[in-house]
């Protein structure tokens, strides 16, 4: 059986190497002074569908509530404030893409959207920090085995439903060839 935990730390290697994408595409619109407007679209495209729908879907609808029966105070408040979280991302994020049109054409949205992609990054980093530190410390200690099993073929289902058959791959391959564009260099 596959761990909760493990299955949200593998999507977490994926949204890191998407905020590295990301920040790198603040540098570019700064440096260049010019949108990447396919590239940045593909990057909101799996931020919506992959990480949210999808990552946060799991937390959200399969997770959370377990979590939060099992561990009524800790890890109750815990998926609390990471639901608060997921909201403020989805905010921010329809924020950003409603500066992408006004960005193509003024240098001062430019600077605006860069700003906004590096406080989605930031934020999202810390976020994916405390689900590994505690949320995923707290799954194991106070959800039994076999809950924990049942918990990842929710997962399962979930991903199937939210994103279709195959599509899981597919966003990693966008992932993977944003971040070769963009991403940090090792």
Known sequence: MQ???????????????????????????????SLPDE?????????????????????????????????????????????????AFRKLVGTILELVPNATVKKESRAVLAKQLGTYTRLL??????EEKKLIPEVKRCIKPE?????????RVIEEETMGHGAHE??????DQLAALYGKKA
């Open 125 to 130: 980093t810390e976020h994916m920090k405390v």
């Open 170 to 175: 597919r966003y990693v391959t966008i992932i």
């Open 147 to 155: 809950q924990r099993g049942e918990i990842s073929e929710l997962f």
């Open 39 to 87: 590239d940045l679209e593909k990057a909101f495209a799996v931020a919506v569908e992959f990480a949210d729908k999808c990552h946060h879907g799991k937390e959200e609808k399969a997770l959370f509530p377990h979590i939060s029966k099992a561990s009524p105070d800790v890890g109750a408040e815990m998926a609390r404030r990471l639901t608060s979280d997921h909201a």
């Open 3 to 33: 761990e909760p935990g493990d299955i949200l730390k593998a999507d977490h290697r994926e949204i890191k190497k998407l905020l590295s994408a990301f920040d790198g595409m603040a540098a570019f619109i700064l440096q260049k002074d």
